[in-house]
């Protein structure tokens, strides 16, 4: 409860404070863009606070980053990110990791944008890249497509929120200066919105990165599966993410709104475009979706027919298993993603032949089950990138249920108090 009252008050001082404000300087893309994705277009200092008040900053060198990606028909684009590199010297073996992090739902307005937060102190991640940095690894975490550049957020567009996790890490590797080498290990890292994404880019890496070292992926709270999140959400707290999904597939494939939308779901649709997550969650709390349609359904019955069924359906994840060790995590107690669909998601990937291990707990609601999958992902992650083999679970009669216990002091837990209580790993 605690986390989630310092993150709502994080939010508030960050939409108060930058409610009308333009687009800066450096997030303007530039004419002509690199010829690689992946590749700078431009780089600057920046900060990284832990706190609004901007007492607490972060030990390490902060870089904003604008590099190529691109977007689904292949085009090219400019995203923005925020490369994080700890001071001092890399003391473990070999080169120093990078950890692709990817955010959990920041909401659509270019304020937003991670590169944005963690300048301000606002992230509401901030201190699990902190813990990222703690253990010697440089962080880089995309902003995505059009949240801080023009146009508008392709919210859980499967393939471009992989593309841009795995470009940012390109570009954190070319970054002149960084401490991250061209080559060195990779793991991937998300939680919800970055879940998702973290899931796409490991389907994605082989054939699209194939270059990059990736050693393991620990994705949590993943939306595998649209529809089923999309009716979860209808009418719940988090009604305002319904409306995220909506705009942002409207944008990634270019569906107009208007005919479907009658007066209040125009207002609704704007209003959350330029929304961050807890204004838009509060002010959109059990809102229903037939309340802004001009035929009354709700907008959940509209994701079962063209031109939307074609576009949920290529959001699904799970068609591909990755070509490295993958961890899938979520609390059972989840009230934004059915528990059940990363259960799916590990099984689908699992049949593939994936090296799986599936992990799930029993934090209270999705804030909760994120605090206690940190700790297991972290420490799962620490594993892959020392080279210990991996822990697939696959096929076994009881890996839903739990596995047996690990003791407290072996679990390296970010937050030892926390993960004693919530996790069942």
């Not at 801080?148 to 570009?171: C, F, I, Q, W």
């Not at 994705?219 to 649209?226: S, T």
């Amino acid at each position: 409860m605690m986390l989630t009252t310092a993150v709502g008050v994080s939010f508030a001082v960050a939409t108060a404070a930058a409610s009308a404000e333009e687009r800066p300087p450096f997030y303007e893309p530039p004419a002509d863009l690199p010829a690689r994705n992946g590749d700078l277009v431009r780089s600057e200092p920046s900060e990284y606070f832990l706190d609004p008040l901007k007492v607490v900053r972060a030990d390490a060198d902060v870089q904003r980053v604008m590099y190529r990606s691109s977007d689904r028909g292949g085009a090219p684009i400019a995203v923005t990110g925020t490369v994080i590199t700890p001071r001092g010297e890399w003391t473990g073996e070999g080169d120093r990791p990078v950890i692709g992090y990817a955010a959990g739902t920041q909401g659509m307005a270019d304020r937003c944008a991670p590169s944005r937060q963690l300048a301000n102190g606002t992230e509401y991640e901030g201190f699990f890249v902190k813990a990222m940095l703690s253990r010697g690894y440089a962080v880089v975490m995309t902003d995505y497509q059009g949240l801080g550049t023009p146009g508008v957020h392709t919210y859980v567009n499967r393939e471009v929120s992989g593309t841009a996790v795995l470009d940012a890490v390109r570009a954190a590797q070319r970054l002149p200066g960084a401490d991250v080498p061209d080559d060195g290990p990779v793991a991937l890292f998300g939680y919800s919105q970055g879940g998702g994404a973290t899931a796409s880019a490991a389907e994605l890496a082989a054939s699209y990165a194939p270059e990059l070292d990736i050693r393991g992926a620990a994705a949590g709270a993943v939306p595998a599966e649209l529809g089923g999140v999309g009716v979860n959400l209808d009418g719940g707290p988090y009604a305002a993410f319904l409306g995220y999904a909506l705009a942002g597939l409207a944008a990634g494939y270019d569906i107009d709104l208007a005919p479907y939308l009658n007066e209040n779901g125009e207002r609704y649709r704007a209003d959350v475009e330029d929304s961050c997550t807890v204004d838009g969650v509060a002010r959109f709390a059990f809102a229903h979706s037939e309340d802004f349609t001009e035929d009354g359904r709700p907008l959940t019955d509209y994701l079962r027919e063209e031109p939307f069924a074609d576009v949920v359906a290529e959001q699904r994840i799970g068609r591909t298993a990755p070509a490295f060790p993958v961890l899938v995590s979520q609390s059972r107690l989840d009230d934004v993603i059915p528990f059940e669909q990363s259960k799916t998601l590990a099984d689908d990937w699992c049949a593939a032949g994936g090296d799986v291990r599936f992990a799930p707990n029993l934090g209270p609601t999705h804030i909760g089950g994120a605090i206690a999958s940190f700790p297991r992902a972290f420490g799962w992650l620490d594993d892959r990138l020392a080279g210990k083999p991996s822990d697939p679970n696959c096929g076994s009669a009881e890996r839903a249920p739990v596995d047996p216990e690990v003791p407290v002091d072996e679990r390296r837990p970010l937050l030892p108090q926390l993960s004693a209580r919530f996790d069942v790993e």
